[in-house]
């Protein structure tokens, strides 16, 4: 009995193992945007950067974002309800419908990283991110359906990292394409309360010997861009690196009437409580089999972590099983 608890906790074990923890990180730019060879480049020389060219480490990025999503009633039942289908798009390849949200690099980007710079040799430089280049992020195709307790779970969709670099106000690189995130699941997302989803890093039809286009001539390809603390690539990986995002969403439109604690926006409970009796019967549909427009404005963050090698995952399992043997053996 004890050996076979072990397995099961061998087994717990290795499939917990990839999302547990986020591992660290760093970009090469290939440029020291801190301290510019342009005029009025001279921004003052951060410390903290793993050289001059590169940011210093991080653990996580920030974002915020624009989505708009399309609920269709799959059931025919007229209400929003188990088993209707969901379709989104998002970020900088967001199509805004009924006159809300933006497709616009200010509203929809990765705002910066975390721990961030504050001024001393031990913080993490960002080598001028957001004064010469910046990274944005979209997709078209984030899919799922609403589930029992009347949330969305996502399943499948492919969120696109976007690299763009400008000097003096005007873009050099606009949205090159640096890496995919292929979704895989999402956690119970409530309307008006989150949408968090999970996936793998991939580079499918991206070519990582294209070089980065910045300020200056640059060697930098996209296949270098990031980094693990260690100096390793993610290209290196191909495959085998999770993505975690976390985020908060407010507010929300509902077929384009606001809901949230904001000013101009409705504040009705019921929207936020999926244990409230009117919740499977929010006005999303005209008619049965129609649609429903959901659109939100998102914060929050994302982490990537290496994925375990299956070498790494059977020694941890053999590891467990041998504890439960020696245990056993002990007992008798």
């Not at 970020?91 to 990283?113: C, D, H, I, Q, S």
């Given at each position: 009995m004890m050996k076979r608890k072990i397995l099961g906790l061998a087994v717990v074990a290795a499939l917990a193992a990839p999302s547990a923890y986020a591992d660290e990180f760093y970009l090469e730019v290939n440029?020291?945007?801190?301290?510019?060879?342009?005029?009025?480049?001279?921004?003052?020389?951060?410390?903290?950067?793993?050289?001059?060219?590169?940011?210093?480490?991080f653990n996580s990025a920030t974002m915020t974002y624009w989505s708009t999503t399309t609920i269709t009633d799959a059931n025919s039942d007229g209400v929003f309800s188990p088993g209707d289908t969901v379709v989104g798009t998002g970020g900088m390849y967001n199509v805004p419908k009924l006159g809300v949200g933006t497709a616009l690099y200010g509203e929809n980007r990765v705002t910066g990283f975390n721990p961030s710079y504050d001024g001393t040799a031990a913080s993490p430089s960002d080598n001028a991110y957001g004064d010469y280049w910046f990274l944005s992020f979209g997709w078209t195709d984030l899919t799922g359906s609403v589930n029992a307790t009347g949330g969305i779970t996502y399943n499948a969709g492919t969120i696109t990292l976007l690299y763009s670099a400008f000097n003096n106000g005007t873009l050099v690189a606009n949205m090159q394409p640096v890496m995919d995130i292929?979704?895989?699941?999402?956690?119970?997302?409530?309307?008006?309360?989150?949408?968090?989803?999970?996936?793998?890093?991939?580079?499918?039809?991206?070519?990582?010997?294209?070089?980065?286009?910045?300020?200056?001539?640059?060697?930098?390809?996209?296949?270098?861009?990031?980094?693990?603390?260690?100096?390793?690539?993610?290209?290196a990986l191909l495959t085998g690196i999770n993505w975690d995002s976390n985020q908060n969403t407010s507010p929300f439109w509902i077929n384009g009437v606001c809901y949230g604690n904001q000013a101009g926006c409705l504040n009705d409970p019921t929207y936020f409580d999926p244990t409230s009796p009117d919740w499977w019967g929010l006005d999303l549909f005209a008619a049965a089999g129609g649609t429903g427009i959901l659109a939100a404005q998102h914060d929050g963050s994302f982490t990537f972590s290496k994925v375990p090698e299956p070498a790494t995952i059977a020694l941890l399992g053999l590891g467990l099983l041998g504890a439960g043997w020696t245990t056993r053996r002990r007992k008798s």
């Amino acid at each position: 009995m004890m050996k076979r608890k072990i397995l099961g906790l061998a087994v717990v074990a290795a499939l917990a193992a990839p999302s547990a923890y986020a591992d660290e990180f760093y970009l090469e730019v290939n440029a020291d945007y801190e301290n510019p060879p342009i005029v009025g480049g001279d921004l003052g020389t951060k410390a903290g950067g793993v050289d001059s060219n590169t940011t210093g480490v991080f653990n996580s990025a920030t974002m915020t974002y624009w989505s708009t999503t399309t609920i269709t009633d799959a059931n025919s039942d007229g209400v929003f309800s188990p088993g209707d289908t969901v379709v989104g798009t998002g970020g900088m390849y967001n199509v805004p419908k009924l006159g809300v949200g933006t497709a616009l690099y200010g509203e929809n980007r990765v705002t910066g990283f975390n721990p961030s710079y504050d001024g001393t040799a031990a913080s993490p430089s960002d080598n001028a991110y957001g004064d010469y280049w910046f990274l944005s992020f979209g997709w078209t195709d984030l899919t799922g359906s609403v589930n029992a307790t009347g949330g969305i779970t996502y399943n499948a969709g492919t969120i696109t990292l976007l690299y763009s670099a400008f000097n003096n106000g005007t873009l050099v690189a606009n949205m090159q394409p640096v890496m995919d995130i292929v979704v895989t699941d999402g956690a119970n997302n409530g309307i008006g309360q989150s949408l968090d989803v999970s996936g793998v890093v991939g580079y499918t039809g991206i070519d990582l010997t294209q070089l980065l286009v910045g300020i200056n001539p640059t060697s930098t390809t996209i296949g270098d861009l990031f980094h693990w603390a260690d100096g390793e690539l993610f290209s290196a990986l191909l495959t085998g690196i999770n993505w975690d995002s976390n985020q908060n969403t407010s507010p929300f439109w509902i077929n384009g009437v606001c809901y949230g604690n904001q000013a101009g926006c409705l504040n009705d409970p019921t929207y936020f409580d999926p244990t409230s009796p009117d919740w499977w019967g929010l006005d999303l549909f005209a008619a049965a089999g129609g649609t429903g427009i959901l659109a939100a404005q998102h914060d929050g963050s994302f982490t990537f972590s290496k994925v375990p090698e299956p070498a790494t995952i059977a020694l941890l399992g053999l590891g467990l099983l041998g504890a439960g043997w020696t245990t056993r053996r002990r007992k008798s």
